[in-house]
């Protein structure tokens, strides 16, 4: 059986979205800057691609959440995710970071293993091979690509997250999400989802999204993906392929209404 108290969580939360379009301050990569933007436009929050040092402690004083996204890193961009999240953390804004990459360069490897260490992060976004990155465990990546299971990684996710005080959200086929003692699965997604770049990128930005309004990072995080992989499914129904899916995920992003995530939201304890 799935969870019908976190299918109307869901609902709540982008009710309440909806309701307060909090600003959503992303600093990510030049892949996934539009795609993104949109995605949480039609969610129901404001997005700002803000990344210049020069700015970004003013801006992210204004935001919901803070994204922090790895997926085209400079040493500049390190810098002013460094310095966006150290004022996120002294105004309370929560922070949820991307780790593209981690475990496929030195650079990426250490980039995030600095983030995680300098800044206290709600919620880390990943693939399974990502997160076992992060965990110290011997892992690499195919590129940006996953080359384990989300399963494989549940125990490393687990420890982690008790380690740094924050929830792991690990996403696959079945998506899995840990606060270090509850481990949530959500079954809602399609296949489709992994032939248009920047879908698990956007699952982040969603993620601060909700973590906006609600304030317990786990059922954020469970709910967020919960409701954007609602939306791939139905996404899928009328496209043809990856060229048709990627605008057709953006309207259903727009049309997520309280009686679809009540009725067609999967998750489980």
Known sequence: MFNDVLAHKTAANLTELRNKKPLIHNITNFVVMNFTANALLAFGASPVMAHAPEEVEE???????????????????????????????????????????????????????????SLSISVIRGNASEVLSLAG??????????????????GAAIALSQELGATLAITGAVDLVTDGNRVLRIFNGHEQMGNVTGTGCVATALTGAFLAVDGDSLEATATSLA??????????????????????????????????LINKIKIKD
């Open 227 to 260: 409701a954007y992989g609602l939306a791939g499914e139905e996404a899928a129904v009328d496209s043809k392929g990856p060229g048709s899916f990627h605008p057709a995920l953006l309207d259903a992003l727009y049309h997520l209404d309280s009686d679809k």
């Open 137 to 154: 465990e011997d892992s690499q990546t195919k590129g940006v690509d996953a080359v384990h299971g989300v399963d494989e990684a549940e």
């Open 59 to 117: 801006m992210v004083s204004f935001a919901g959440a803070l994204v922090l996204n790895m997926g085209t890193l400079t040493e500049p961009w390190v810098e002013a995710m460094l310095m966006a999240g150290k004022k996120a953390n002294e105004l309370g804004i929560p922070i949820v970071l991307d780790p593209v990459g981690a475990g496929a360069t030195v650079f990426r490897t250490a980039t995030a293993m600095k983030l995680t260490e």
